[in-house]
Structures are given as C-alpha cells and as structure tokens.
C-alpha cells in the first residue's frame, strides 16, 4: 500500500491549524500560503 501525499493539502492542513490556534497571524499565515501556492505553481514541485 503506497501513499502520495502533495504539498499543497498538507500546506492547507497546516495553514487551518495556525489560525485556528493563533486567530492574530491569520494574514501573516494567508500571505505564507499564498506565497509557498504560486512558488509550487510555478516551479512545478
């Protein structure tokens, strides 16, 4: 049984679970995803 897991659900996951524990760095945590999303997007990782 294999999984394969991408970065961008794990990304998500992580990124839900710093807001929800730190409401105060919501756009701190939005601009990291935004970020880490186009730099995945555009390098094909």
Do not use: D, E, R, W
């Not at 961008?8 to 995803?33: D, E, F, H, Q, R």
């Amino acid at each position: 049984m294999s999984f394969h897991i991408t970065l961008t659900p794990v990304l998500s996951i992580i990124a839900g679970v710093l807001i929800l524990i730190y409401p105060k760095i919501l756009n701190y945590v939005v601009a990291i995803y935004l970020i880490a999303i186009g730099a995945i997007q555009i390098f094909g990782l």
